[in-house]
């Protein structure tokens, strides 16, 4: 099975300040037509996770473009421009190459 | 309004069997592929399985394998996980989600049904 890990598991966040979130498979993700296996979800407190971000880098609909994606193979990193209060939450990254698919630990990310 | 709505939850003995359902509305299931994620309390996210648009590819995690299984009925847009043999670890939110016509990343979640397998 691919193992996920993350890093921090907990970011202290200060409103307006950039903040990043790095995600590592034990295998490459990417696909022999380009495309990363590897997504973004968000887990508001007290709600379903949503998806922010899919096949690496997409931003899926509804996502502010303060969010973006980046990475190949087995690095990727999920970085908010300017964090505001309501992105508190958990994000996990979540691997769908090869089943069984798997999440990351999580990394919470709080306000200062 | 797009949802999906989890149903079937309770408390149960270990060993015992449970049936979750999952119905849609305002989306259709028909072409795409249909996931169970559970949460247990306090814990992180756990995929448990995915059953394929047109029935033809089903996985599972291994944690379930042999002990849950997934079905669909397209014509009623609906979704069912059965669940035997539970165990203690089993307890759990579980969250039905629709995935993408091409890809497996998972778009529409449910708000989750809780299992809780206890004596």
């Not at chain 2, 309770?10 to 795409?32: E, M």
Request: hydrophobic share 35%; with cysteine.
């Amino acid at each position: 099975d691919i193992v996920m890990t993350q890093s921090p598991l907990s970011l202290p966040v200060t409103p307006g300040e950039p903040a990043s979130i790095s995600c590592r498979s034990s295998q490459s993700l990417l696909y022999s037509n380009g495309y990363n296996f590897l997504d973004w979800y968000l887990q508001k407190p007290g709600q379903s996770p949503q998806l922010l971000i899919y096949l690496g880098s997409n931003r899926a609909s509804g996502v502010p473009d303060r969010f973006s994606g980046s990475g190949s193979g087995t690095d990727f990193t999920l970085k908010i421009s300017r964090v505001e209060a309501e992105d508190v939450g958990v994000y996990f990254c979540m691997q769908t190459l090869q089943a069984p698919f798997t999440f990351g630990p999580g990394s919470k990310v709080d306000i200062k | 309004q797009v949802q999906l709505v989890e149903s079937g939850g309770g408390v149960v003995q270990p060993g015992r069997s449970l049936r979750l359902s999952c119905a849609a509305s305002g989306l259709i299931f028909g072409s795409y592929g249909l996931d169970w994620v559970r949460q247990a309390p306090g814990k992180g996210l756990e995929w448990v399985t995915i059953i394929s648009y047109d029935v033809t590819r089903e996985y599972h995690a291994d944690s379930v394998k042999g002990r849950f299984t997934i079905s669909r009925d397209n014509a009623k847009n609906s979704l069912s996980l059965q669940m035997n043999s539970l165990r203690d670890e089993d307890t759990a939110v579980y969250y039905c989600v629709r995935g993408h016509s091409g890809y497996d990343f998972l778009i529409f979640w449910g708000q989750g049904t809780l299992v809780t397998v206890s004596s």
